[in-house]
């Protein structure tokens, strides 16, 4: 059973002992199943509450395996079930009580007293709810200005969603964009890669089209699928295409 985290910034003895894993570490276990994950979507869990990794005295977060395991969850809850942070927040908050639950369930609302709708983690699916995350949000977990992410959007970068938010694999895109700036690559220089991807995004959306039209709830259910198989080799031969006219490999 999940437990919840302990540790903080007042473990740095406890941080020395051995079994305890770098946050480099971390990414390397969680990137088998979640190549996207990141340094700073691990920060931005963190932040949110989600782990605790313990501190070592100069300040450097060290994981247990609980704090693994409770990540792999969160990630494979957004991944699967599109559920915003606040309730896989409630989901492992009933596990960790030993309660009962059934997996959690986008779309399902209930009213939480307070003007917030929350998901029902008992009830049954209804439409899928994207995950996504605030303007605060995305600027905490990026570690920039309004002024940088007001240019990241005018090029096309990023983009808010109609109701003001974004969709949760933003903090990717900023995050890979505060990465390649630190090499000199401007987000101006990155216009033609979002041009590229979205060119491909149309690709893949050309070909499952007839199957979100399609009558049958089960064939419009499998164009979900189809577009992840579609996008991952997408992903994969743009990274081979790219490696191939560098003469590098990747590791």
Request: net charge negative; aromatic share 4%.
């Amino acid at each position: 059973m999940l437990q919840r985290p302990s540790g903080g910034a007042g473990s740095g003895t406890a941080a020395t002992d051995s079994g305890l894993m770098s946050i480099g570490a971390v990414l390397n276990v969680l990137r088998d199943e979640f190549p996207e994950v990141t340094i700073s979507k691990i920060r931005f869990l963190e932040s949110e509450g989600l782990i605790e990794p313990q501190r070592t005295p100069s300040g450097y977060r060290k994981f247990s395996a609980n704090d693994v395991e409770r990540l792999g969850h969160v990630l494979r809850m957004q991944r699967d079930h599109y559920l915003p942070l606040k309730v896989i927040r409630e989901h492992l908050d009933a596990l960790e009580r030993g309660e009962p639950v059934r997996p959690p369930s986008p779309g399902r609302q209930r009213d939480s007293g307070d003007g917030e709708s929350l998901g029902d983690l008992f009830g049954e699916p209804e439409a899928p709810a994207a995950a996504r995350v605030g303007r605060a949000e995305l600027l905490a977990a990026a570690e920039i200005g309004e002024q940088e992410l007001e240019e990241w959007e005018s090029y096309g970068l990023i983009a808010p969603l109609p109701d003001g938010a974004y969709d949760a694999e933003a903090v990717t895109v900023a995050a890979l964009v505060v990465e390649l700036g630190r090499f000199g690559i401007e987000p101006r220089h990155l216009r033609a890669m979002k041009a590229a991807a979205d060119r491909d995004a149309g690709l893949v959306d050309q070909v499952v089209a007839p199957l979100r039209r399609h009558r049958n709830p089960q064939t419009r259910a499998h164009a979900e699928a189809r577009t992840k198989e579609l996008a991952g080799l997408t992903v994969k031969l743009h990274a081979a295409l790219v490696q191939t006219a560098l003469g590098v490999r990747l590791p």
